[in-house]
């Protein structure tokens, strides 16, 4: 979240959430506690939002608005959108979009387009420098130029048209597979490539992991990011957001996102339909999740146990890698049990599951290391 002090002395608050609008509340203590908790009147995908007060006191907000060619896109981070207040965040000008990375079909970036996670800094009255983490944006904007330039709404680019790289190895999944630049060096499809190469194989290896992807979203985009491009194997891995029981909301969820039979029958079409293009199908289970404050303080309530050390995993989570292992072994595909090898580490003397993990859900560097090494032989027991 971002937070900035108002004319009055109290503090106003937005926050990312995956409603599709950020959420906002309000301080009169200084941020000891928190009130007026609720949505904005601001759309925005699943990301962090940056205000701050410029020196001719109006608020700046920086955040991924849904794009203008995807308007109901609720992941999309593709376009960094610029809008201010001079009221203290009651009302916001039309949303500005300041730049733009758009999404390459096909591509080894392929869904991973982002220009986000924003930082905003007045280097002078009306001087603007902004950076990313994702996208490594840098720039400047003068506040008087704004107007003189518009970027262009990308066409639609339909699977017809995507230029096929036949015979590659697909990575398919959610922010666990996706790219992560400035928190992770090489996710693990970048490490299985490099694993490849030193073993003598010419296979490439693509990246089709999204942010905040259940299954659901997974067999929307199948056929264009993945199945139109003739692959040979596609490494399937999903679940954490499916499995999520979002207790945060209001009122607390009191199902997981996509509930477990939905899950299974969701696999099952994938698996089934990489098959019909004669591609081998590797699952994967997930990451085990540990807990963090953050996660405590969203996640710490009933189905979880915040009393217990694997709490946000076993008590959902967990059961939904049963069900990716019982499909592996009934529909035959090939198999990596990525929570297997990750709880084998923090058995060893010396280790703890932290190790793995960026914020108690994400794999690090170490993390991926651990999954490219399991693939590996995985993969070639496909290609043979």
């Known amino acids: 979240g971002s937070v900035i002090e108002r004319a009055d002395g109290s503090l106003y608050l937005l926050m990312r959430t995956e409603a599709g609008v950020l959420y906002e509340a309000t301080s009169a203590d200084g941020g000891l506690t928190w009130e007026n908790l609720g949505p904005s009147k601001i759309r925005s995908v699943t990301c962090c939002p940056q205000m701050g007060?410029?020196?001719?006191?109006?608020?700046?907000?920086?955040?991924?608005?849904?794009?203008?060619?995807?308007?109901?896109?609720?992941?999309?981070?593709?376009?960094?959108s610029l809008a201010f207040s001079e009221d203290d965040g009651k009302t916001?000008?039309?949303?500005?979009?300041?730049?733009?990375?758009?999404?390459?079909?096909?591509?080894?970036?392929?869904?991973?387009?982002?220009?986000?996670?924003?930082?905003?800094?007045?280097?002078?009255?009306?001087?603007?420098?902004?950076?990313?983490?994702?996208?490594?944006?840098?720039?400047?904007?003068?506040?008087?130029?704004?107007?003189?330039?518009?970027?262009?709404?990308?066409?639609?680019?339909?699977?017809?048209?995507?230029?096929?790289?036949?015979?590659?190895?697909?990575?398919?999944?959610?922010?666990?597979?996706?790219?992560?630049?400035?928190?992770?060096?090489?996710?693990?499809?970048?490490?299985?490539?490099?694993?490849?190469?030193?073993?003598?194989?010419?296979?490439?290896?693509?990246?089709?992991?999204?942010?905040?992807?259940?299954?659901?979203?997974?067999?929307?985009?199948?056929?264009?990011?993945?199945?139109?491009?003739?692959?040979?194997?596609?490494?399937i891995q999903f679940g954490i957001n499916d499995a999520a029981v979002d207790v945060w909301k209001t009122p607390p969820a009191a199902d997981s996102r996509v509930p477990i039979a939905e899950y299974e029958k969701n696999l099952r079409t994938l698996v089934g339909m990489a098959r019909e293009r004669k591609a081998k199908v590797i699952l994967m289970t997930t990451n085990p999740l540990r807990w963090t404050g953050r996660l405590k303080d969203l996640y710490g309530?009933?189905?979880?146990?915040?009393?217990?050390?694997?709490?946000?995993?076993?008590?959902?989570?967990?059961?939904?890698?049963?069900?990716?292992?019982?499909l592996a072994k009934e529909l035959g595909t090939g198999f990596v049990d990525v929570r297997a090898a990750f709880e084998a580490y923090a058995a060893e003397s010396g280790h703890a599951m932290d190790d793995l993990l960026l914020d108690g859900m994400h794999p690090n560097d170490k993390g991926h290391a651990i999954v490219a090494d399991q693939l590996a032989p995985a993969i070639r027991d496909q290609v043979r």
């Open 301 to 326: 309530k009933p189905p979880y146990d915040p009393g217990a050390e694997d709490g946000f995993d076993a008590p959902v989570l967990a059961k939904y890698n049963e069900v990716i292992r019982r």
């Open 53 to 80: 007060r410029l020196t001719d006191g109006r608020v700046a907000l920086l955040w991924n608005h849904p794009p203008r060619h995807q308007p109901d896109n609720a992941h999309s981070r593709e376009e960094l």
């Open 92 to 235: 916001w000008s039309t949303p500005i979009v300041i730049a733009a990375r758009y999404d390459d079909p096909g591509g080894k970036e392929a869904g991973n387009r982002r220009v986000s996670y924003p930082y905003l800094y007045e280097r002078k009255p009306s001087d603007l420098w902004i950076t990313t983490m994702q996208g490594s944006l840098r720039m400047r904007i003068a506040l008087a130029d704004l107007d003189k330039g518009e970027i262009p709404v990308p066409k639609p680019v339909a699977a017809a048209e995507v230029k096929p790289v036949p015979n590659g190895l697909w990575m398919f999944g959610d922010s666990t597979t996706a790219f992560r630049p400035g928190a992770v060096e090489k996710v693990y499809s970048v490490r299985l490539q490099e694993l490849l190469l030193r073993m003598g194989s010419s296979l490439n290896v693509y990246n089709a992991g999204k942010g905040g992807n259940t299954t659901r979203d997974a067999l929307a985009r199948f056929e264009r990011d993945v199945l139109s491009q003739q692959p040979r194997v596609v490494v």
